[in-house]
């Protein structure tokens, strides 16, 4: 019988992308699938914090192996910000539009303009824990360009690159994401404690 492990999500997207990536190697179930239809607790002010929350929330509700995942965008000028507060920078909601009118706001007139997208997943598993990270590099470009993707992509410009994040595909965005690298650290790991 194959291996279960639950992915403390409900993101259809997010779902899709690790199962392709695990191909059958190990029975990905949602947080639907185990039937946890609670708002799980994100309140540390870490993007590792909120990772070990949720999954350490699922293995001991649940008693489930499980894994989950936090992203942030960084940006250097503003010393880290907005980082773990990504989703909720403007507003309580995720108010993507918004997000970026604030960040665009924050950065007029900095010379600098780093920043790097980073994806912590935190991995429970018979009671130990493993963490496995992603990041990306990149500037925030002075107006939006692109509409693809969502949250931050239409100000992110990957080093190396010369469209934001909204102006790739999704193929062209996967293959250098922060969340797609920190997916496929953890799907080698997974992958080699094969029998
Ligand atoms: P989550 O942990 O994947 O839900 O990401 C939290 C927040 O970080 C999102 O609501 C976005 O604001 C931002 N974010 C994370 N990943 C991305 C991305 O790939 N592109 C743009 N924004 C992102």
Do not use: W
């Amino acid at each position: 019988m194959r291996r279960k492990l639950v992915f403390a999500t409900n993101n259809a997207h997010k779902l899709a992308e690790v199962r392709a990536m695990l191909d059958g190697v190990i029975d990905i179930l949602s947080l639907d699938d185990i039937g946890c239809h609670t708002d799980i607790p994100e309140t540390a002010d870490t993007l590792e914090g909120n990772a070990l929350m949720k999954a350490g929330y699922v293995a001991s509700h649940y008693g489930l192996d499980c894994f989950a995942d936090d992203s942030g965008l960084e940006v250097e000028a503003l010393g880290g910000a907005p980082g773990v507060h990504s989703a909720r920078y403007a507003t309580d909601g995720h108010d993507h539009r918004a997000n970026i009118a604030k960040l665009l706001a924050e950065m007029r007139g900095q010379a600098g303009r780093r920043a790097r997208f980073r994806t912590v997943i935190a991995l429970m598993e018979g009671g130990r824990v493993h963490c496995f990270e992603g990041e990306v590099t990149g500037q925030i470009t002075t107006e939006e360009h692109g509409c693809n993707g969502f949250g931050y992509d239409p100000v992110f410009l990957p080093d190396g690159h010369a469209k934001t994040f909204a102006e790739m595909s999704d193929g062209e965005k996967n293959a250098i994401s922060h969340r797609a690298r920190a997916v496929a650290a953890l799907v080698d790991y997974l992958k080699s404690l094969r029998p």
